[in-house]
């Protein structure tokens, strides 16, 4: 193919060896440690305040070193982890229903489709335990039973009842935990607190990260900060789509930026789509929402037997209508994961069967739920849910049956990191959704949470520590040329961005973006869709920097500059995204080749090609170059899922 | 429906600002707030005029960004719910709709409608967390919490930092903020050991930043999205006050 260019494979993970339950204990052991005296004097970023970036700068304010803290939000109490909703796994084993450890881990592996490294799941399983502990000892609110104990409860399809929550705003207490902790240290003088402030390049010095260059959103000065090392926890980039679950913020840039600089992007075109989604109404549509997971605990999906069926849907009698995840699934029915349910709704509406004013959404019905349960207990379940959905669409779901359809949720790819969370930049930490470990090409529900409090609280302080005390290095300051250069970058982007003046807004572009990957890098994708994609963003991109209009100047707050600035970025994403998906020649977990399929439609993965890492090294103007990193599966082994 | 919007401009801090005028025609029943503003935006930016600027991110009433005034009510007219939750349903075609930012002293306009809303970080800075290193934590099963406390404490930390409480109350007091985040922590077993230091430094932070003082006059809990009660502010005063006495009888104090 002419797309990319092959390189050497990567050799060395750093992740230990041994039995998987003890590599992490040995590590911590070897890893070196800084002496506290010497931690004040060390200057550590940290990009992003979300659960991972949070809690990454609390603890390592607590342990003495000197941080500066960026977030694009005005409070850092607003990164997008605040929105999540179901909960936080953990393997607690409170219930004593055979949850272990082990099972955990397990479960993760097969879960993300045998395409997750063991070593770094194992770790993420054990650290889950100390989480729900840290989290309770800062006053997080979880649900508790009368006992007094926390409660717990199964989400998306587990066979264990592990999942910790706080009703239905998880991530909104997990995520003040981490600020509240922020801003004690922040108050003691510890963390720099810089909000509104978006890190628009990665300055590397003799081959190691030692500083960024950021823009103040309010007065639109361009600065360079330093520091002896860089974390990003800048979040997944699931916006390429334009429409997606994400806050209209989040973005790629701060990644991409550390992509150029060297990072390796690991897996771009592994993508979550979630099936509950309140579908599109109209072109105004600026994101989508999500309605939590467990509606379909007592919800039932169907469409109409027949196209074109415009009745009401409670003028369809019960003989035609297809409740297709029942027909095609009869184990788990309504409860398939998450991208068999995405890509079942995708075929009925492609099929002409989808409902709604779009067509493009499927019912999900409570009316059998409310008749055996009576309508109260409904209400104590999902009252929340049903309100937030009659605010958004003006229909009442206890009276008509809820439309939902799927929408891209999370993005397991990211930058490539090793066992120490240490990106191919030496000195660049990546934690979070930003980096690509942990989940394969499928996430569990509940596992985004643990990941990254598991990165921040728990795993970044230790090999963190351990980079610092190997290499000992010389201060620099913001007059290094390597500095100089890519400040200079920066300023030369704006002032070329605001000078285009042509007669197109960027949302305009980010729409059309997103409405290409979605149709050829969305649920299903092709050998001959991606190289379309492929040659429609190309000249998209370039139409973009002919006829963008980005009103107003550099000097204060300019949301528009903000935004062009992230689709631009989203723009040189997006073809890699396709690159990488049209290379991945089989099917797995949220890359589902249209090509690649068993007789009866399941996603067919193809472990002698394909059971690597494929992690791309950015060359500037030519092709990409793949490394691959092998995967091998000592402990759980490869299986066809399968939930017929 | 055809509407006309008046919306507060001003270029930065040092502008005077005013109110400007624009009709937005074919707007949608089923376009959120915000996206109606969006609309407007794109129209602005091709017609070679500034967007305005407002706060946002997650569109979905968590995150606590969006902040507007609208028509002389913090969120707009549905009670318990945010602008960026509120759907143009619940205006009518003809309306005359005025969006300003919200008005407080200890929240200064940055520009058009967004503000700075530090002072709130402030607060809980002085003490609005409970000190607990990490590493330090002991099993989380150690220390049972009665589920009615769990509950109420949840209710409490529902809060999202909006500051809607400020913009509605005519004080500009940030006491219904302060005191949800104190009865939060005042509730659990793992908020008892700081209590009293916490309510002193965090209403000292309050009062330091510019806001207003309470008088108990309840509008911050009609326009909270959240639903945060009045009693909160009571709870709050009555630690306050058994906190100053104890500070007055520590020794050295
Ligand atoms: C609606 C929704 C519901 C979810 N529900 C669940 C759930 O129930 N359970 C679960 O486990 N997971 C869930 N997830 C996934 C999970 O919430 C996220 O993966 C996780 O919170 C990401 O955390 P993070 O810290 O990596 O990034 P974020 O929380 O997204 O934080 C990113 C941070 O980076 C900053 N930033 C970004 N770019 C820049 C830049 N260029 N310069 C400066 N700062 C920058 C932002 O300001 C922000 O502070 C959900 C996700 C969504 C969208
Ligand atoms: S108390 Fe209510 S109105 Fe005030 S900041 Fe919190 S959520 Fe917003
Ligand atoms: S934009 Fe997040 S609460 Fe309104």
Redesign the pocket.
């Known amino acids: 193919m002419d797309l990319y260019t092959e390189g050497d494979p990567i050799a060395d993970t750093r992740a230990p060896d041994g039995p998987v339950e003890t590599r992490w204990d040995r590590h911590r052991f070897e890893m070196k440690l800084v002496n506290p005296a010497n931690r004040r004097k060390l200057t550590v970023i940290v990009?992003?305040?979300?659960?991972?970036?949070g809690s990454a700068a609390a603890t390592l304010a607590e342990q003495g070193y000197h941080v500066k803290s960026?977030?694009?939000?005005d409070s850092?109490r607003r990164?997008?982890?605040i929105?999540?909703?179901?909960?936080?796994n953990a393997a607690k084993n409170y219930r004593n229903d055979g949850d272990s450890v082990h099972r955990l881990f397990y479960d993760t592996v097969k879960g993300g489709d045998f395409r997750s490294r063991e070593s770094n799941v194992h770790r993420l399983a054990e650290v889950s335990v100390n989480i729900i502990d840290q989290c309770v000892a800062q006053g997080v609110p979880f649900a508790r039973e009368y006992g007094g104990l926390l409660d717990t409860r199964s989400f998306g399809g587990a066979q264990v009842q592990r999942t910790f929550y706080a009703r239905g705003q998880?991530?909104q207490q997990l995520l003040l935990g981490a600020y509240q902790a922020l801003e004690r240290q922040i108050g003691l003088g510890n963390v720099e607190m810089n909000a509104r402030?978006?890190?628009l390049e990665l300055v590397v010095v003799d081959g190691r990260a030692r500083g960024i260059v950021v823009r103040d959103m309010v007065t639109g000065e361009i600065s360079t900060e330093m520091a002896d090392a860089v974390v990003l926890?800048?979040?997944?980039y699931g916006n390429v789509f334009y429409l997606s679950?994400?806050a209209k913020g989040?973005?790629v840039?701060?990644s991409w930026r550390a992509h150029r600089k060297g990072a390796y992007f690991a897996n771009p075109c592994y993508t979550q789509i979630h099936p509950t989604c309140i579908p599109v109404s109209g072109d105004h549509q600026s994101k989508l929402t999500?309605m939590s997971e467990s509606l379909r605990n007592d919800g039932r999906v169907w469409v109409p037997k027949a196209k074109g069926d415009d009745r009401g849907p409670r003028d369809i009698p019960e003989d035609e209508r297809d409740y297709y995840l029942e027909r095609i699934y009869p184990s788990f029915g309504n409860l398939v994961p998450r991208d068999i349910a995405s890509r079942a709704a995708k075929n009925v509406c492609d099929e002409g069967r989808g409902v709604g004013p779009t067509g493009l959404g499927v019912y999900l019905d409570f009316a059998d739920a409310i008749d055996r349960l009576g309508r109260k207990a409904i209400e104590a379940k999902y009252g929340n849910l049903f309100e937030m959905y009659e605010r958004i669409t003006g229909e009442d779901p206890y009276e008509v049956p809820m439309r939902i359809y799927p929408a891209v949720?999370?993005t397991m790819g990211g930058l490539w990191v090793d066992y120490d969370l240490q990106s191919t930049v030496p000195g660049l930490f990546v934690i979070?959704?930003?980096n690509f470990s942990d989940h394969g090409a499928n996430r569990l529900?509940?596992?985004?949470?643990?990941q990254?409090l598991a990165d921040g609280y728990f795993v970044l302080p230790s090999t963190l520590a351990n980079y610092l005390a190997a290499n000992p290095m010389e201060k620099v300051d913001a007059s290094h040329p390597e500095a100089v250069a890519a400040r200079t970058d920066v300023e030369d982007r704006i002032t070329r961005l605001l000078a285009i003046n042509g007669d197109r807004t960027v949302d305009s572009f980010h729409r059309e973006l997103g409405q290409i990957m979605w149709e050829h890098c969305g649920m299903e994708r092709s050998d001959a869709g991606l190289r379309k994609a492929i040659a429609e963003i190309r000249a998209l991109r370039e139409q973009f920097w002919q006829r963008v209009r980005v009103p107003g100047d550099g000097e204060g707050l300019n949301q528009s500059l903000e935004k062009a600035g992230r689709v631009a970025d989203f723009f040189e994403l997006a073809e890699l995204m396709c690159v990488d998906a049209l290379h991945r020649e089989e099917s797995c977990g949220g890359h589902f080749r249209a090509e690649y399929q068993t007789p009866d439609g399941e996603a067919q993965r193809d472990d002698d090609r394909f059971a690597y890492v494929a992690a791309w090294e950015y060359t500037g103007t030519g092709e990409p170059v793949l490394h691959k990193e092998d995967l091998t599966f000592e402990y759980v082994h490869p299986s066809q899922r399968s939930y017929k | 429906m055809n509407l006309t919007l008046r919306i507060w401009r001003q270029t930065g801090p040092e502008d005077k600002g005013r109110m400007v005028t624009y009709p937005v025609p074919d707007v949608s029943p089923d376009m959120s707030f915000l996206e109606m503003l969006d609309v407007l935006n794109e129209r602005l930016i091709l017609d070679g005029e500034e967007p305005v600027a407002f706060d946002h991110d997650c569109r979905e009433g968590i995150c606590g960004a969006c902040s507007l005034m609208i028509n002389g009510e913090a969120h707009g007219p549905q009670r318990g719910t945010t602008a960026c939750q509120l759907h143009m349903r619940q205006f009518s075609d003809g309306d005359t709709i005025d969006i300003e930012p919200w008005r407080a002293r200890a929240f200064p306009v940055i520009k058009d409608l967004v503000v700075n809303r530090n002072a709130f970080d402030k607060i809980i800075a002085a003490g609005g967390y409970v000190t607990a290193p990490t590493g330090s934590a002991p099993e989380a099963h150690s220390t049972p919490v009665p589920k009615d406390d769990a509950d109420a404490a949840f209710s409490s930390a529902a809060c999202i930092g909006c500051g809607a409480c400020v913009a509605a109350c005519p004080n500009g007091s940030g006491m219904l903020f302060t005191a949800a985040k104190v009865t939060q922590l005042s509730l659990l077993p793992q908020g008892q050991p700081e209590r009293y230091t916490r309510v002193i430094g965090m209403v000292d932070a309050h009062d330091e930043a510019g806001f207003g003082g309470c008088t108990n006059i309840g509008e911050c809990t009609s326009a909270c999205p959240k639903g945060i009660p009045l009693n909160t502010i009571g709870r709050l005063n009555r630690d306050y006050l058994k906190a100053t006495t104890k500070r007055a009888g520590t020794p050295g104090s």
């Open positions: 990009v992003g305040t979300g659960l991972a970036g960026y977030c694009y939000q850092p990164a997008h982890s929105a999540a909703q179901g909960g936080i998880t991530g402030h978006e890190m926890a800048s979040g997944g679950t994400n989040c973005n840039t701060a999500l949720h999370y979070g959704e930003a529900g509940a596992s985004a949470l643990m990254g």
